[in-house]
Each structure stands twice: as structure tokens, then as C-alpha cells.
């Protein structure tokens, strides 16, 4: 089993940034991608950005230029750094961990990005 706890959420104004952080722990060497995905009110949830071990990532459309996605292997953490945030942004945030071909097992319990003025 893999764990992942996010931080770094908040309220932040339009055009502001903010950094999320996913620890991971538990069976980390069973998985080699970990990724950003959201959920929106209303919406289904919708992958924001993927890494793989070998430093391949994958962005949505709507994030491409604003959003970076990173880890830090010593850490077993994986960070999402969001740019000029827009309120079409705000969403509940969730990483999550698993083998690329085979899809994520892995969820953190998520964490709210609000962006508002």
C-alpha cells in the first residue's frame, strides 16, 4: 500500500500562485507515476498533470504554461507549482501514485484550491 498526503491548498486571489505538495510512503518502489488530478463541484474529476519516474510528464490543455508539475526523489514528495491561477481553478485537488499501463491505485484525500477575489 501506498500512502499520499497532500498540503498547500488555500484561497489565493486571481493570478496568484500556490504550491502543492504529496508526501508518499508505504510501498513507494510499486509505483512509478504520480500525477495531479481535480474535481470541481459538478464536475467529474480531471487529470491536471503526470510524472513518471523517468521525469515524463503530461499536462492538460487548460493548465499547459501555468501549472509544473515535480519531484523531489529524496523526499518521495511530488509537487504541483500553480501560476497565475484563474477561478475556473478552484477544484479539490488529489494526487495520486501508480504504474504507467496500468492507471492510478492510489489517492490522497484531497486538498481545496479556491481562487476568488
Known amino acids: 500500500q501506498v500512502q499520499l498526503v497532500e498540503s498547500g491548498g488555500g484561497l489565493v486571489q486571481p493570478g496568484g500562485s500556490l504550491r502543492l505538495s504529496c508526501a508518499a510512503s508505504g510501498s513507494i518502489f510499486s509505483i512509478n507515476a504520480m500525477g495531479w488530478y481535480r474535481q470541481a463541484p459538478g464536475k467529474q474529476r480531471e487529470m491536471v498533470a503526470t510524472?513518471?519516474?523517468?521525469?515524463?510528464?503530461n499536462y492538460a490543455d487548460s493548465v499547459k504554461g501555468r501549472f509544473t508539475i515535480s519531484t523531489d526523489n529524496a523526499k518521495d514528495t511530488v509537487y504541483l507549482q500553480m501560476n497565475s491561477l484563474k477561478p475556473e481553478d478552484t477544484a479539490v485537488y488529489y494526487c495520486?501514485?501508480?504504474?504507467?499501463?496500468?492507471?492510478?491505485?492510489?489517492w490522497g484525500q484531497g486538498t481545496q484550491v479556491t481562487v476568488s477575489s
Open positions: 510524472i513518471t519516474s523517468g521525469g515524463a510528464t
Open positions: 495520486t501514485g501508480g504504474t504507467v499501463g496500468e492507471g492510478f491505485d492510489y
